[in-house]
């Protein structure tokens, strides 16, 4: 009798979903390991030796950098470089607040000023150490390894995890989410890059995406401080992108992306690793992330080069490396912060200090308006509300050291409404979070309205 007539009907279906689940199930796997295989490994706590920072907290702090290597495809960029040592233009440290709750990605230049310790090399030589270099020179010394141990050394904050991207991942991560939306303040024709893009709003993807982040010559100063402004930009403009679009939940798009971007990858990061940070991050709203660049300033030596500044860098160091947590703003509960709208305005005379106070005022509820300049300079800073408005005037006061309360008269387009004035003698924020700096970018920016004085 034929086997398939001696099963029962029921038995047969039983027989013929166990067999499809068996091949789904090897599908699965062979998908997951096509793509586990596809990602270059490398694990770097087995060369950094002996004096790591302490883990501190549930905090993820995970190197993020970009690899100018010509070898394999990326010889298009320029053959005649294929026997250059690679370098990191672009170093990002992005710290992770557990459960989504910030998001701060931190750039540093690649002409900052550092000590770089003797690194172990890969086939286990050692490096020289120095005394001071520049930063990007640590990964042509001793690999990804070495420019973690550098960064950790001088940050004192521990390194997780990290990610290297070449310039061929770049352009296939552009193509993958579909472009990404820039805006210009001006034309720009950089011949060196190819770069020819008008003033205003474009969806950069590709080389061209490439050439807007690497191009130097074709913006205002060409200084690679501006340059980093502009990836910081391209950065937040890509995450809100992703998030808004629903990149997670599309599989045909979320697989396009990890087919295409994680053979151009190089991390101690196994895949299923990846996923679990980006599981972790869930409530993280396009708010809480943010761009900046470490406090630093003219190496005094040379010009051409950076170093940090302080005592500045060392407290925002210090804030990240502690994971704080921001505070909320004092409000009454009659008036929270969402219901106060605030104008900034600055007459300080040091250029970007109402932005920073926007961002941080933000970040703690509040509504607050694009900050203006004031033509006449002002040496206080006040807190500028009509009398019935003096509760939300005296929470914000308490928020910015120095600041006056000032009783003004109401009108009916005033009401709920405070103005803050910045002052020269405006000498920051009081804060127990992660410090707002000057210049930085957010995911939720108005892209042309946060556009960058190129």
Known sequence: MNVLRAMSRPRLLAVVAAALAVVMSLSAYGYYWKLESSIHHLDPDRLIEGGRPAKLNGAQNILMMGSDSRQGANAQFGRGLRNKAPASDTMILLHL?????????????????????SCKRE???????????????????????????????????????????DFVGFEKIT??????PVCLP????????????????????????????????????????????????????????????????????????LTSSLS???SDLRLTGMLKIAQSMRGLTTGKIRFVTVPDELYPPNH????????????????????????AAPATPASPPARTK????????VEGQAATVASFLKDRGYTVGKPGNLTRPSATTEIRAAASDAAQAKALAALIPGAKVRTVSSSPSSKGRVDVVLGSGFTGLKSAGIPNLTGEARADDDLCESSEAA
Do not use: W
């Open 342 to 349: 605030v104008r900034i305005f600055n007459a300080s005379g």
């Open 175 to 180: 193509k993958a989410v579909g472009g990404v």
């Open 97 to 117: 607040s557990p459960g989504g709750g910030q998001a701060v990605g931190i750039s540093f230049a690649r002409d900052l000023m550092v000590p770089i310790p």
């Open 123 to 165: 086939d286990g030589t050692r490096t020289q150490p120095s005394s001071l270099a520049m930063l990007n020179e640590a990964i042509g010394r001793g690999g990804p390894a070495c420019t973690i141990s550098t960064l950790e050394k001088l940050t004192r904050i521990k390194i997780d995890h990290f990610v290297q991207v």
């Open 264 to 266: 151009s990858l190089t």
């Open 304 to 327: 051409n080069r950076m170093q940090l500044a302080q005592p500045a860098a060392s407290r925002f160091l210090d804030a990240v490396r502690d994971d704080r947590k921001i505070e």
């Open 186 to 257: 001006y034309d720009v024709n950089d011949p060196r890059s190819g770069l020819r893009l008008a003033k205003g709003p474009h969806n950069v993807q590709g080389k061209e995406a490439l050439a807007y982040v690497r191009a130097r010559h074709g913006f205002r100063d060409g200084s690679d401080t501006q340059r980093i402004k502009r990836q910081q930009r391209f950065l937040a403009s890509l995450a809100k992108k992703g998030m808004n679009a629903g990149l997670l939940a599309d599989p045909g798009r979320l697989n396009a992306l």
